[in-house]
């Protein structure tokens, strides 16, 4: 990343005590409202002309904005960075989040998965009620105003420099997100401004996102088809180099169970996966998707889907010979019959290139066997990740090394402090996203407010 113009110094400019938050969204509301709580002067500043743009299309406007799951489970869905977020998670956890919200008279409801949503079903209730949060502390909020740069005297912050004119303040946190969805006001410039104070940026992916496979014109025949209760397993490897028998038969990757993958298996799940004219989407696919585009920046990946995860291929072989026995010659629609949906066979038998007949004259076919043995392991080769934009969060960001986990203040820069997505800090789908942004701007508020 090129740290541009952004990094400012102007020595002369008066500091007042205010403390800066730069982005409106699920961090810097719940980061302003803190500081504000504990008596301290606030700037909120928003690009957009409202606060919380992101948090309203969150959960399809739904908003799943927690989760029942312990610290542990919740940590694991971060992967080896989860741990960053003890600190924060002691202080401001889910059960206090939810006592917030209610104090601020929003109900929920609980999925049996585990996920929490507001009452009413709308996202609008999680930001009225952080809006309201910000009214009771007197925070001002700023839309329309794009922060461009800090301004840093001698390692200490100064103030922001914005499209309405320098801002002086000693104390600002960056609140401004990721990179995806940039509609919403999350244009990545969190990442650019302190790129240029210093500090480096883990690469930066999209994560939660389709994947564009190799050759996708090879898969025309199953475009649309959606595989459900499939085992979707990537691998570091060319499709052509899967062992199949390396496949798990349980779990495994990034927040799922204690396993740990062995390579080169990346990570396997069950759930359901749809193939599109690009390649693969699906909620199976977006949550493998963020381990798999970490993964290709070091080599090849393929996917594996098993599409009888229950069903072992000697199985499926015996209800072969079993057809063969009872009807002399037999098709795959008889054999895969309350398997896999009819519509599918076809498709996959299209795809294969072999003819419904899988024994002519009591032998079976080596094409049945192909057949088969995509059934067990229909293969892709990843290309990337379909856009930074479809994407639901961002991987990579501000280096959590340079980051102090009990405060989110920075190691680098006096006076400065992060919050949320911006931090290279990226979960799965159940609410953990928001739970880790409200978790730290909570922590951000707090610690500015006591510098200040
Ligand atoms: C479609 C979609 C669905 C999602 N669903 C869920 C879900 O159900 N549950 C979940 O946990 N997570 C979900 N997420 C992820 C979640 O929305 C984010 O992780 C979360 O909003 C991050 O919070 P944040 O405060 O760090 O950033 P954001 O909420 O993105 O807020 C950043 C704010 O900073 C502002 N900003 C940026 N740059 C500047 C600048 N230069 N000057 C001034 N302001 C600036 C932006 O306009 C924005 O308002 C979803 C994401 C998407 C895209």
Do not use: W
Not at 74 to 94: E, H, I, K, T, Y
Not at 103 to 112: I, L, N
Not at 263 to 282: C, K, M, N, Q, W
């Amino acid at each position: 990343m090129t740290s541009r113009a952004y990094i400012l110094h102007n020595s002369s400019m008066a500091c007042n005590k205010q403390i800066i938050i730069i982005g409106a969204g699920a961090g810097g509301m719940m980061a302003a409202g803190r500081a504000a709580e504990l008596g301290t002067r606030v700037l909120l500043l928003e690009k957009m002309d409202r606060p919380g743009k992101k948090v309203l299309i969150t959960g399809n406007g739904r908003c799943n904005f927690t989760n029942t799951k312990d610290k542990d489970d919740f940590m694991a869905q971060f992967g080896a960075s989860g741990r960053f977020l003890l600190p924060s998670f002691n202080r401001f956890f889910s059960g206090e989040l939810l006592e917030f919200f209610a104090r601020y008279g929003m109900t929920f409801k609980t999925k049996a998965s585990g996920k929490i949503y507001p009452a009413s079903g709308s996202s609008h209730d999680v930001v009225r009620a952080l809006e309201l949060y910000l009214a009771r502390g007197g925070v001002e909020v700023r839309p329309n105003t794009n922060v461009m740069g800090l301004i840093v005297d001698r390692g200490k912050v100064c103030g922001v420099r914005t499209s309405e004119g320098d801002l002086p303040s000693t104390t600002v946190i960056v609140a401004t997100g990721g990179a995806s969805h940039p509609q919403t006001g999350s244009t990545g410039d969190g990442f650019r401004i302190a790129a240029a104070t210093g500090h480096s940026i883990a690469n930066l992916r999209p994560g939660l996102v389709p994947l564009v496979v190799k050759d996708p014109g090879k898969y025309k025949k199953l475009e649309g088809a959606g595989l459900r209760g499939v085992r979707v397993t990537a691998f570091s490897c060319h499709s052509n180099e899967i062992d199949t028998a390396l496949t798990p038969q349980a779990n495994v990757g990034r927040g799922l169970a204690s396993k740990i993958p062995v390579a080169p298996v990346i990570e396997s799940r069950v759930g359901d996966a749809v193939v599109t004219h690009f390649g693969l989407s699906g909620p199976a696919i977006l949550e493998a998707s963020i381990d798999i585009v970490k993964a290709l920046e070091n080599g090849p990946v393929s996917v594996s889907i098993d599409l009888t995860p229950n069903i072992t291929i000697d199985e499926l072989m015996s209800r072969l010979e079993e057809a063969r026995a009872k009807y002399c010659s037999s098709n795959y629609l008889d054999i895969l019959k309350g398997v896999l949906p009819q519509a599918l066979i076809k498709s996959l038998s299209a795809m294969t290139d072999v003819t419904h007949h899988m024994v002519n004259n009591g032998v079976v076919s080596p094409e049945s066997e192909l057949f088969l043995q995509s059934v067990k392991s229909l293969r892709f080769d990843i290309e990337r990740p379909y856009s930074m934009e479809t994407a639901v969060v961002t991987g990579g960001g501000v280096s959590l090394d340079e980051i102090d986990p009990e405060t989110m203040a920075s190691k680098i820069i006096t006076g400065l402090y992060f919050c949320g997505e911006v931090m290279d800090l990226d979960a799965g789908t159940g609410g953990y996203n928001l739970q880790a942004a409200f978790s730290t701007g909570f922590m951000a508020g707090e610690s500015a407010a006591a510098a200040i």
